[in-house]
């Protein structure tokens, strides 16, 4: 980004940062261009930018003859409250659901709602592709050799270039390149714990990872997580005291399916907590680039001085899913995630790790980011609008700041797994609540992506679930 960008977005933050404060309030008139222009010694140029990008996030609005002005929220439903998992580890169950709904992405005709599969209509997909072609037509031995671990160089070098805006200083040599995160995250927990073992997770969790714990023959320790603020870390502490444990694996930065970002503070106590302990932290990042606001949150990792955070990503969120392009920063597991990325799947696909370095290296990705939050960011409000007409009174919404996952608790007495089926014979396809749990929790909460479908299809299904939601059988 050049030094127009990153005043503009100064610009932008400055403001952002008066309306946390509470020192501009909704309703209330924002500086114009040229008093603000003067105040921060910038161009009126770089002030317009600025305020268009707090116009794209809703912050503010322009009002004829008049001005800017600090934007008043729109009504939202609740969120639901702190969970309240069972107080001790138990053995994971849910292989035989996750594929049920896996197999709905399958399905014809299906609105999809039930996945956490991000749009792939922007430019920068189609760039990459091109990119992938290109390569492929080249006479370089280098494209048909097995891609070993620790993976890419040019590739490496990439990612531990852009991990500085999450914070953390890494070298090239910090990675490891995988199939994904989820092999990511399978081969870190591999490096920390053995069948048997014990691992707490936020509750409710991604189903994903409880199908790596449970192939993995370890059990799970849900912790009591909050929709806003993430994991209890009164209730961690005390689970630490407790519980023999070998890893803590959480998603501190918008997390699937709550959504919720872990404030600064309490990223580094967590880090803190943990080392003291000497427990690992394992940090699913995957969906950080895709906040609303501002700049990337920082990693967790950031604050780790020992190697004892094992942080985790990809590209599938933010770019192509197909391309399996994932990574570890495994600390001062590096070299046991390098042998055990070379036993799991032996090497890396090759062609797209040298199209994700030279996507990577020429450029625009920050400008995709941006487009891509601002998509997920409008439909989100769009989202939010219609279950608040749509969706049956006591029904209780996360309003998550990044990413493009809702969590939603459904009024007393529904079952989610019942909504399930009924839901897909309409052509709706959702995530039941009980897949996000191993102990079976969250009978009446579902899990909904606002961010592939359109906005008439979104429309569409949530007034299939109000529907059903409102008739018996």
Known sequence: MGMEGLRYEQVAEHIREQVRRGILRPGERIPSVRSLSKRLGVSVSTVVQGYGLLQDERLIEPRPQSGFYVKAPARRPPPPAMSRPEAYPVPVTVSELALQVVQAYRTPGVIQMGSALPRTDFPAVAQLHRILANLARRPDPRLRDYDMPPGNDALRLQIARRAVDAGVAASPDDVVVTNGCQEALVLCLRAVAEAGDTVAIESPGFYGTLQAIESLGL?????????????????????????????????PNFSNPLGYRMADQRKGELVALLEAAGVPLIEDDIYADLNYEGNRPRAAKAWDRSGNVLLCSSLSKTLDPGLRIGWAMPGRFRDKVVHLKLVNSMASATLPAYAAAEYLESGGHDRHLRAIRKAYRERRDCFLELTQRLLPEGSRVTSPEGGFIAWIELPHGTDAMALYHRAMQRGVSIAPGPLFSPSGKYRQFIRLNFGQVGFEAMGKGLSTLGELLQTKG
């Open 219 to 251: 059990k799970a320790l849900e912790i009591p997580t909050d929709p806003k603020h993430g994991i209890s870390l009164d209730a961690l502490r005390l689970a630490l005291e407790q519980w023999p444990l070998k890893a803590v694996l959480l998603t």
